[in-house]
């Protein structure tokens, strides 16, 4: 790799973007897109009604979108790429040179929310004050808020859909190629209903908060936040069909291998279960908040909240499915090398064209065999830092040390506390990608898998935590030193 | 002395010409720093006067008013810095990347700072009145709030600083490491006194605008409130003078010769200079005829703030061309020599496939 190695060797890199990403979802989800449509459809009715409460409700729940959004939710927005940017820069960096405009035009358009949704927040009271035209102005302002919320997503998605299947881009390397791919239309339809639906449930949840049990508004508003949620459900259920159809014409592009196919299989049977248990729980809950509003605890709304959570977890999780061994697909493994690279690195070696090396800790020199010589010792440490080198380079990015999905846990799986030799583990790396079509081959020569393998002898002895960049630095190898100077006689020669 | 690193780039093309990129990322950044010195300084002037309003309560009013502007400016300052980013992302890839990596757990802990910061900013200005009788746990917290605002940038400066210097690469061990690299100090205090001085010129803005309910509530008449405005634009932008002329020598040395940044730092200077008298001479007017030279000082202001966008781009251009020229011909070099083993390997298994 040509960038220093940020590395997490506890949560594992991975889960760094899962959880920023997570909650970045669930935020724009289901208190932006789904929910500012919902608030501003209050506001109207409360309007149509005259009746303040409605006003009053829906200005309670669009402030704690407010302020929610506001934070969380534009900050985990910027901590995606940040995160991203961190543990996958060059999966990052190349989706940036590809979809600049897309990213550049979504910018535009969050300005515009942002600015929207500061409007309409900061005021709701004044122009309710002063009512008339300019109340139906405010009104007006909460749609073109909700419109743009859900255009900012409708951008985003296509980035998204291309992650997973970039369609004719490989041939093409236009930008409406890659827009345009064949999860696009699919995805979109999935989540915009699942959005109005997750935003019927929490505005719920907050009616509960914000009205008095014995009220009988409590019940009103209840009811009709209910209608709405049980509106969007066949959607949900009709779009999700659509994607779920859609996924397997795009895996085959990727993978035709029988266990990949049947992981997916589990995921399509264990997806169709969570939604239906969605859907039920959904149906149940919302159909007993609309009878019998003054019993319903609070408690009982977290229930399809938490369901659709799950569901939309569980479908987000299609994108590793259909994604893997890619991050690209098609065109960069999950390890951040371009599939073009691998003939190149295969012949020649990863390590003669890393620019970096991620320098051993003192921890992870602890256990060396002992009855070496001085000169044996140095010469073992060479290669294992050398073997650290290729792990840092071809495995990190979704494996650690010590933590989760780590290297060591999957080896003890697999050797048990035999010492892992490098007839073990080279071996098996050697033909992984075959028994774990998820995973890339193994992207350098013979001799880096033995080097590999050392270094696992060693983190096997030392049970090491290993450190990222971020921490220990890196040092610079000499091949490339050597290759600088040489480069930078070449330019000065071509100047002259 | 440490080798200097030259890695590869990504082999895809930019998504524009060069000059649209340097203009989004000088245009937006300007935009988004304006906003951030409205944060930042925003935060600093309420805990000031807010420490003021324990002996004079109208202070209090008035470190209300100010908080009040925090939380739309702090909301435009996120919003308008992500442009740049997506510009500085595709400029400076790799020097961008790098510097995030070395520095990567202060990096990323820039996202629950901000949310922490944003929150407390929420939490201090909403529940002002109801805080009323925990009057000093209200200003511990816009203490806390101000320590935040005052620590973030200083994360996204080392990390600018770093990403010039790739000669220091190898030799920085996490963000303390980095932040001691030299230049790093100075750009941080010519960052942190704009903040109170364009705080200052939001304020006369701010209180020109206003209607004589609204005056009248803070204690205060108008041209006084203005004239702290011009005050607080004053003083900072005098200590410039002395900070600015520091930052700029303490750059470090760079191959390509420096003429056209010192030139623009140079003009900047000398606006400044007219920008301050002008400034001085609104502090001295009476109440009829404070505010007259607002908009000429805005303009100098904007000449200003765009001069030093324009002399920052071209010292870091100065600082990473001849970086950049090695790094461009070892990508080249790098995606001959995989499109040849490609040819190589493809050529082979079409043989073993004819066997």
């Not at chain 1, 724009?28 to 501003?40: D, I, S, T, Y």
């Not at chain 1, 927005?77 to 995160?83: A, F, P, Q």
């Not at chain 1, 509003?293 to 229930?303: G, I, N, R």
Request: charged share 15%; proline share 5%; hydrophobic share 50%.
């Amino acid at each position: 790799m040509d960038f220093p190695v940020f590395h997490l060797d506890g949560m594992g890199n991975r889960w760094l973007i899962a959880l920023i990403a997570i909650l970045h979802v669930l935020i724009n989800h289901g208190l932006a897109v789904g929910m500012m449509p919902l608030v501003a459809a209050m506001e109207w009715y409360g309007e149509k009604k005259k009746d303040p409460r409605w006003d009053n409700l829906a200005f309670q729940i669009l402030f704690v979108c407010f302020l929610i959004t506001t934070t969380v939710g534009a900050l985990t927005g910027v901590g995606i790429w940040l995160s991203v940017s961190l543990v996958n820069p060059y999966s990052i960096g190349s989706l940036i040179r590809v979809f600049f405009w897309a990213w550049f035009t979504e910018w535009l358009v969050f300005i515009t929310e942002v600015c929207l949704i500061l409007a309409y927040t900061l005021t709701w009271k004044k122009w309710s004050e002063r009512g008339g035209i300019w109340k139906k102005r405010h009104i007006r302002l909460g749609f073109a808020l909700a419109f743009f919320s859900w255009v900012t997503m409708a951008i985003i998605v296509a980035i998204l859909g291309f992650m997973m299947d970039p369609g004719n881009w490989l041939t093409d390397h236009s930008f409406w190629t890659g827009v345009l791919n064949p999860l696009y239309l699919p995805q979109l339809a999935f989540r915009t209903p699942l959005a109005a639906a997750m935003a019927g449930i929490i505005a719920m949840f907050l009616i509960l908060f914000f009205t008095a049990k014995r009220d009988a508004f409590r019940n009103a508003a209840l009811r009709a936040v209910g209608a709405w949620t049980l509106a969007f459900a066949p959607f949900v259920v009709v779009a999700g069909w659509w994607y779920y159809t859609s996924v397997p014409a795009a895996m085959q592009g990727n993978l035709g291998v029988a266990l990949a196919t049947m992981e997916f299989e589990d995921w399509q049977t264990k997806f169709l279960q969570i939604a239906l248990f969605t859907a039920v729980t959904i149906l149940v809950v919302v159909q007993f908040a609309i009878s019998r509003p003054h019993l319903l605890p609070k408690a009982a709304l977290l229930v399809p909240f938490v369901a659709i959570l799950w569901m939309t977890g569980h479908f987000e999780r299609v994108r590793e499915f259909i994604r893997k061994p890619y991050v690209i697909g098609q065109y960069m493994y999950a390890n951040g090398l371009r599939v073009d690279d691998y003939a190149l690195l295969q012949r020649d070696g990863i390590l003669k064209y890393a620019t970096y090396s991620n320098p051993l800790t003192g921890a992870e020199k602890v256990g060396l065999p002992e009855n070496l010589t001085e000169a044996q010792r140095s010469n073992l440490l060479h290669r294992i830092q050398k073997g650290k080198d290729v792990f840092m380079d071809t495995c990190s990015r979704c494996h650690t040390g010590q933590g989760v999905n780590s290297i060591s846990g999957i080896l003890q799986k697999m050797f048990g506390d035999q010492e892992w030799s490098t007839d073990l583990t080279a071996g098996t790396f050697e033909f992984m990608h075959y028994t774990r079509p998820f995973m890339p081959p193994f992207p350098g020569t013979k001799d880096e898998l033995v080097l590999l393998g050392e270094y696992l002898a060693q983190l096997q002895r030392s049970k090491a935590v290993i450190p990222g960049a971020q921490s220990v630095g890196i040092t610079v190898n000499p091949v490339s030193a050597a290759r600088l100077a040489e480069t930078k006689r070449q330019i000065k020669g071509d100047a002259q | 002395m440490n080798p200097i690193p030259v890695p590869r780039d990504i082999p895809l093309p930019m998504p524009a010409p060069e000059p649209i990129l340097v203009a989004v990322l000088v245009i937006f950044f300007l935009m988004h720093i304006v906003f951030v010195n409205f944060m930042v300084g925003g935060a600093l002037l309420t805990l000031y006067y807010q420490l003021r309003g324990l002996k004079e309560r109208r202070y209090d009013h008035l470190a209300y008013e100010i908080a009040s502007t925090i939380t739309a400016n702090k909301s435009l300052a996120v919003v308008l810095g992500v442009g740049p980013l997506l510009a500085i992302n595709t400029l400076y890839t790799v020097y961008f990347y790098t510097a995030n990596a070395l520095t990567g757990a202060f990096w990323i802990s820039i996202v629950p700072l901000v949310i922490t910061a944003f929150v407390l900013t929420y939490i201090h200005k909403y529940l002002w009145h109801q805080m009323e009788r925990a009057k000093a746990f209200h200003i511990a917290l816009a203490g806390i709030i101000c320590l935040l605002f005052l620590f973030i940038p200083l994360i996204f400066l080392t990390n600018i600083n770093l990403m010039l210097f790739p000669d220091k690469w190898a030799s920085v061990q996490g963000f303390f490491s980095a932040l001691m690299l030299p230049n790093v100090f100075s750009r941080y205090a010519h960052f942190i006194l704009a903040c109170p001085a364009m705080t200052g010129l939001f304020m006369v803005w701010l209180f020109r605008r206003k209607d004589e309910a609204e005056i009248d509530g803070t204690g205060f008449g108008r041209a006084e409130l203005m004239r702290k405005g011009y005050q607080w634009a004053l003083w900072p932008t005098m200590a410039q003078f002395i900070v600015g002329p520091i930052a700029m020598l303490t750059l470090p040395k760079t191959e390509v010769a420096l003429h056209s940044v010192w030139a623009v730092f140079g003009v900047a200077i000398l606006v400044s200079l007219g920008m301050a008298h002008l400034m001085f001479a609104e502090t001295r007017r009476d109440a009829a005829e404070i505010g007259r030279s607002f908009v000429p000082i805005c303009a100098l202001m904007l000449v200003v703030v765009s001069l030093m966008g324009v002399g920052r781009h071209l010292y870091r251009e100065a600082a990473v061309t001849p970086h950049r020229e090695l790094i461009r011909a070892k990508t080249q070099d790098y995606m001959g020599k995989a499109e040849e083993a490609k040819r190589e390997a493809d050529a082979a298994a079409a043989a073993r496939r004819k066997k």
